[in-house]
């Protein structure tokens, strides 16, 4: 089956600087990969999606990239404020089958 | 418009005992999900059914079981909790036809103790 690894596990980042998170996959055949972010004792909920016909995209300050040559791709964070504090999960998807990473808790530093 | 919505919310159970986790969506979904929660170890797959009247394995199926019981719910069973089960469970579904945006139910926090 998938297998999808995420690094880091944590990250703290000043506010204002840039955070990025990283991602593997291990089946060439995944064409779907979404982030989802998960505040404390909420449920997660999708912050940014990828299909895999596609290497970038990007809303407002959140972007993602995906090399599929590679089988990685990336979330990245710019001017990071105090409400991106979160755990962010990293997912990629078979035939309706969707596996997350473990998950990376992003702590923003006033 | 409520999503996707399960029940019960929290649960504690003494080892051996079962229980059913509900879970139903009002948004015409075909795919449905549950997924455990562990510290460290993300989301990982129980079960899942890609459309009414299927269901299959996903990473960590051992000691659970599933209902696809019609097109808005679907249900998971332990029937001999262990602590090990002890976790956070979601529910989730998406639209089916290709694979979408899930959407998660509030979580049920389980301990067996």
């Known amino acids: 089956g998938e297998n999808v690894e995420q690094h880091p596990s944590t990250l703290s980042v000043q506010e204002g600087d840039s955070a990025v998170i990283k991602c593997t996959y291990s089946?060439?055949?995944?064409?779907?990969f979404p982030w989802y972010k998960q505040e404390l004792g909420k449920r997660p909920q999708l912050i940014i999606d990828?299909?895999?016909?596609?290497g970038e995209k990007k809303d407002q300050r959140i972007a993602v990239t995906l090399n599929k040559t590679a089988k990685h791709f990336s979330l990245h964070i710019t001017e990071t404020q105090p409400e991106d504090s979160a755990v962010y999960f990293c997912?990629?998807?078979?035939?309706?089958?969707?596996?997350f990473g473990a998950g990376t808790t992003v702590t923003v530093r006033a | 418009n409520a999503g996707v919505t399960q029940t019960p919310k929290f649960q504690v159970l003494k080892t051996g005992q079962s229980m059913t986790l509900q879970c139903a969506q009002d948004?015409?979904?075909?795919?449905m999900y549950w997924y455990r929660q562990d510290p460290g170890m993300g989301l990982r797959l129980i079960y899942y059914?890609?459309?009414?009247?299927?269901?299959d394995k996903g990473e960590v199926p051992n000691g659970y079981n599933v209902s696809r019981l019609n097109k808005r719910e679907f249900s998971l069973r332990l029937e001999s909790a262990a602590p090990s089960q002890t976790s956070v469970y979601f529910c989730?579904?998406?639209?089916?036809?290709?694979?979408?945006?899930?959407?998660f139910g509030q979580g049920t926090r389980l301990t067996v103790v």
């Open positions: 948004m015409n979904h075909n795919s």
């Open positions: 990828i299909r895999s016909n596609v």
């Open positions: 997912a990629a998807s078979i035939d309706y089958k969707l596996s």
């Open positions: 989730a579904s998406s639209e089916g036809d290709r694979v979408t945006e899930a959407f």
């Open positions: 089946d060439s055949a995944s064409n779907y």
């Open positions: 059914s890609a459309s009414e009247g299927t269901t």
